[in-house]
């Protein structure tokens, strides 16, 4: 019985010692007399007490790891980057004589993430003068990658994946700045003035082809209204003839009727507060007579057209 109790009360105190509870996404790697043993994963262990302990609790998580570093572009102007590096311990497990990533990760490197950001900071100053500063800005994300690539090849024989690489900002001098400022802000005005100038000329040869198309229409409409003057006339001084008036006179019944209908109109609508008569109207019948005259030279078959302009 006393043997019994003394099992009893040694499985008590022990039994503590012995039991152990992992939380997920972690994992403990157990020494035995301070030799490594094993690695167990999350839950419920048994570990032997006092022979072994728990050596280290390895957070299988992704972390990140952020810092700021100063590099030179190919056209010599000094450039403040800030990174965040994202990163975990590798899952990978033990085969054919290699140790698993777990293993690695704390054996191997006594200060893992100041070695991944020193060899981010190699990779990025290698990379960064390899461009120009516009180039930085237009391919930083293909840069980012590029140095993740290089330093997760590194990094994976400690026992770490690197996930990815970011450059969140790219920081210039304030004398860089305001220069880069000011050439935008001269590349806006130049563009702006050519797309000015370039409306205005569409306006210019928009309003004069207009113009050209409406005198077009316009000259067609005074030749179309000629032509119709002219057939009206014409078939005005066939009637008149076929009536048995002599040329001579049908010519100057036209002729006086279109200066009456032209002083009707004038008198109706001319604008005009200054008329100009001649002194002895006779003379309008001698300037008749002298059209007769030289209509009697040409033939009396032919007719004479007056047209008045219209004023």
Do not use: H
């Not at 006179?249 to 008329?275: C, H, K, P, Y």
Request: charged content about 20%; overall charge negative; glycine content about 4%.
């Amino acid at each position: 019985m006393i043997g019994l109790a003394i099992i009893i009360v040694l499985l008590v105190l022990l039994l503590p010692q012995a039991l152990f509870i992992v939380p997920q996404q972690n994992v403990y790697i157990i020494e035995r007399l301070g030799k490594f043993n094993r690695t167990v994963g999350a839950g419920l262990n048994l570990k032997i007490p006092f022979f072994e302990t728990i050596a280290a609790k390895v957070d299988m998580r992704t972390r990140q790891e952020q810092f700021g570093i100063d590099a030179k572009t190919r056209d010599n102007v000094t450039v403040t980057m800030a990174i965040a590096a994202q990163y975990r311990v590798s899952a990978q497990p033990a085969s054919q004589g290699q140790p698993s990533g777990v293993w690695r990760s704390y054996y191997m490197l006594a200060n893992p993430t100041a070695q991944m950001r020193s060899y981010l900071i190699d990779a990025l100053r290698s990379s960064v003068p390899q461009y120009t500063l516009d180039e930085v800005f237009d391919k930083k994300d293909a840069i980012a990658s590029d140095v993740n690539q290089t330093v997760s090849g590194l990094m994976v024989a400690y026992g770490y994946d690197v996930v990815s690489t970011l450059i969140t900002s790219i920081d210039l001098p304030a004398d860089v700045e305001q220069s880069m400022n000011r050439i935008n802000s001269a590349q806006r005005e130049k563009e702006a003035a050519q797309s000015l100038a370039e409306a205005e000329r569409i306006k210019v040869v928009t309003e004069a082809r207009a113009r050209a198309e409406a005198m077009e229409q316009a000259g067609r409409g005074i030749a179309a209204q000629r032509k119709a003057i002219a057939d009206g006339i014409s078939e005005s001084l066939a009637v008149i003839k076929s009536s048995g008036v002599s040329a001579a006179e049908a010519n100057q019944l036209f002729i006086f009727t279109q200066w009456t209908d032209m002083m009707s109109e004038f008198a109706r609508n001319g604008r005009q507060s200054t008329v100009v008569l001649p002194s002895d109207f006779t003379a309008t019948a001698s300037m008749f007579e002298q059209m007769l005259v030289a209509q009697e030279t040409e033939g009396d078959d032919e007719f004479v057209i007056v047209e008045e302009e219209e004023k």
